[in-house]
């Protein structure tokens, strides 16, 4: 009898830890999705200068390569995963948005140089749907 009660015991024991474990995992990562959304909601609706916009955008660039998020058969743009961070910017001059990657590839100090002093606002944030990670950022030109 006592054998069968410390069996059902160990049972529940390891049970409730596998739970716990399963817990403490999610938890983590909703805490660090959460401090993730926060680096960029920051931005939402807040007017910047060209050179934080510069910082975003490289920021970002670095997050996909980080996270090995691939590109286009032109390895040229990022494609849209669940992991992965666009930005999109409208210049006033301009009736498309471009993407980061453009803007990064024909260096940052050019836009620096022309955009620097520029003032521009986040207008728009999307969330993945699995995650609720943010997915892209669409900054205007002021």
Do not use: P, W
Not at 4 to 15: A, D, N, P, Q, S
Not at 78 to 106: G, Q, R, W
């Amino acid at each position: 009898m006592k054998k069968k009660l410390l069996v059902i015991l160990g049972i529940f024991i390891i049970i409730l830890l596998f739970a716990v474990y399963l817990l403490y995992n999610y938890r983590k990562d909703v805490i660090q999705m959460q401090s993730f959304n926060r680096q960029y909601e920051v931005y939402y609706e807040k007017t910047i200068l060209g050179t934080d916009l510069a910082t975003v955008l490289n920021k970002a660039m670095d997050y996909n390569k980080k996270n090995d998020i691939a590109k286009d058969s032109n390895d040229r743009y990022y494609i849209e995963t669940e992991k992965s961070l666009l930005i999109e910017i409208k210049f006033s001059e301009k009736d498309e948005a471009v993407k980061m990657e453009d803007i990064l590839l024909k260096e940052v100090e050019t836009f620096i140089s022309f955009y620097g002093a520029t003032s521009f606002k986040c207008t728009k944030i999307e969330y993945h749907k699995s995650n609720k990670q943010v997915k892209s950022l669409y900054f205007e030109q002021v």
